[in-house]
């Protein structure tokens, strides 16, 4: 899964999108909820989607 994400946000590509995109901080109160996905594998779902046409679910 790695080398996908590597492949489809390079590291210029995710240099950019840092610029552009602040980083989140995560505060959960009571210490429950799911584990929050990665932005940089968000990033390369998005462009997986745009470019492959498969539709989103």
């Known amino acids: 899964m790695t ?6 946000v390079p590291e210029e590509l995710w240099t950019l ?5 602040p980083p989140t901080e995560v ?5 429950g909820g ?3 996905a990665g932005d940089r594998e968000c990033l390369a779902a998005v462009i997986f989607v745009a ?3 498969c539709t989103w679910r």
Not at 3 to 8: E, N, P
Not at 17 to 21: G, K, Q
């Open 3 to 8: 080398d996908l994400v590597d492949r489809l």
């Open 17 to 21: 999108f840092r610029r552009v995109v």
């Open 27 to 31: 505060i959960r109160p009571q210490g």
């Open 34 to 36: 799911r584990r929050r």
């Open 51 to 53: 470019t492959s046409g």
